[in-house]
């Protein structure tokens, strides 16, 4: 036998070899019990293994891909998920949105939710300002919850929260001594309206300190969100919706760092000189409007 044939022997041998793995692991995860859980890992291990093979992983990336996962972890507290933020970067949390959620006819699309989300915000009356001393330009917000056949929804618990004129949120501040601040929990009357004072948000790039952006660093250098209040909205009989709304000003609508922008969630943040805002108050500074109907499906 020639040198070229042992060698092309050996390869053959360790392609086989990979393939026996592949298939002893696939037998055992064959006796999941739960039907779903069962699908899902006989499918990840069949794609975990193709990739790994795909771009003949070795021992040394495995090893920095296990440590890697190790600090994302430890990146982790509450308010601040870091591998959120990598599934948000990989286009995975907006792929299984789209997947979830396919475009309602005539009703609000849906984005990602986020790493910044926090459960037991603190409740304000409709028209107060929410900011709680967060820095940046005012900014008054209304509009109305309906359904789909435009008719105003009572009772909606609408969370929102967003970034001060630095680009942060409040978890991304000193949140111990602060608390929350651009964050709140309203709840609809009987017209389906709310309003509320804040801060305009401004665009911000992703944290600076994590292993998510050490990745976008190498990779597409793509970091930068465009500027957006997030919402979500549980209204009574109706699909709970999760989405943000963006500045149509905003310089990074099209290379969002974690592909959340839908054309349909563009709204005008409309800039006023000092003067009388919608509520009546007397604005000795500019300020800025956002008029914006959410429309829920059941
Ligand atoms: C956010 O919109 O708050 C956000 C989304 C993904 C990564 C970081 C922040
Ligand atoms: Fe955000």
Known sequence: MSSNQKSAHTIENLYDATDLITQEVLKRYEQTPDPRLKEIMLSLVKHVHSFAKEVKLSSKEWLFLMQYLEETGKWCSPGRNEFMIFSDALGLSMLTVTQDYPRPAHATEATLVGPFLLENAPQFAMGTDISNGAAGTPMYAKGRILDTEGQPIANCVIDVWHSDDRGLYDVQDDFEKSGP????????????????????????????????????????????????????IQAPGHRQLITHIFDKNSKNLDGDAVFGVRPSLIADFVYHDNGVAPDGKKMDKDFYTLDYDFVMTR
Not at 203 to 229: E, N
């Open 181 to 232: 601040w651009g964050r709140a929990q309203l709840t609809t009357g009987a017209n389906g309206e709310y309003t509320f004072w804040s801060v305009l948000p401004v665009d911000y790039p992703i944290p600076q300190d994590g292993t998510a952006i050490r990745m976008l660093r190498a990779t597409t250098g793509r970091s930068w969100r465009p500027a957006h209040l997030h919402f979500r």
